[in-house]
């Protein structure tokens, strides 16, 4: 059976939401924040997610931004009318679809069914929860990293441009590449901020900054986060 989770705050949207779907053979599962949509997307593989952006602890769009780390699982997100910016940034983030308050049950349903019949026509792409690279691990779905089982306290930026490397093992990634990623177009030619947050980031997740491990250095071409087999033992 088709596994949908509902993530929203408003309890009356939840019961809609729940009587309306399960009428229509879904099975449904509820929480009222984005934290909890974070452990529920890891532990339970829904198969859809309806999201609403206006939330408590983690609203809907960075909730949408975190699931996109570690699963491609299709995601429908919630706004209030009006609210075209919140629309824009949601699908910028990854969301497949959106629905805008007040919904109408056979729109809700429609759009339920469309981006899942799309889902089911591409192919799906396994993504883990937690990324290990030697003495370092990330979690996607909570956006922690550890080294030897420490905390590493990133920024944002920090955080984000360790990512596009976590994304990309074995590639080497330019410099334009990482600033178009990470700042935005205006940035590509902004070598300095890139060569500042790579040396921050190197000191707080490397033994030895001089001699990288994770991120290293390509002359002339870029960065690139070098393959790295599990050891025996391993930590995590």
Request: glycine share 6%; aromatic share 8%; net charge negative.
């Amino acid at each position: 059976m088709t596994l949908i989770l509902v993530v929203d705050d408003e309890i009356l949207y939840q019961h809609l939401l729940k009587v309306n779907l399960e009428k229509e053979g879904y099975d449904i599962i509820a929480c009222g924040n984005g934290e909890d949509a974070l452990e529920m997307v890891s532990s339970r593989h829904p198969d859809l997610v309806i999201l609403d952006v206006m939330m408590p602890k983690l609203d809907g769009i960075s909730t949408c931004e975190r699931i996109r780390q570690f699963s491609n699982v299709p995601i429908i997100v919630v706004t209030a009318r009006g609210e075209e910016q919140d629309r824009v940034r949601g699908l910028d983030v990854g969301a497949d679809d959106y629905v805008v308050k007040p919904f109408s049950a056979t729109e809700l349903v429609a759009r339920v069914r469309a981006v899942l019949r799309r889902a089911h026509t591409t192919e799906q792409v396994v993504q883990n929860r937690f990324f290990v690279h030697g003495n370092l691990k990330i979690d996607f779905a909570r956006a922690e990293v550890w080294k030897e089982n420490r905390p590493v306290f990133l920024s944002a930026t920090e955080y984000r441009l360790l990512i596009q490397f976590a994304h990309h093992v074995g590639q080497v990634l330019s410099a334009e590449d990482l600033l178009v990623a990470i700042w935005g177009p205006s940035y590509k030619d902004d070598k300095e901020i890139l060569w500042v947050s790579i040396a921050r980031l190197r000191q707080k997740l490397e033994d030895n900054p001089h001699s990288p491990a994770h991120i290293v250095t390509r002359a002339g071409l870029g960065y690139l986060m070098p393959p790295m087999e599990k050891e025996p033992g391993e930590r995590f």
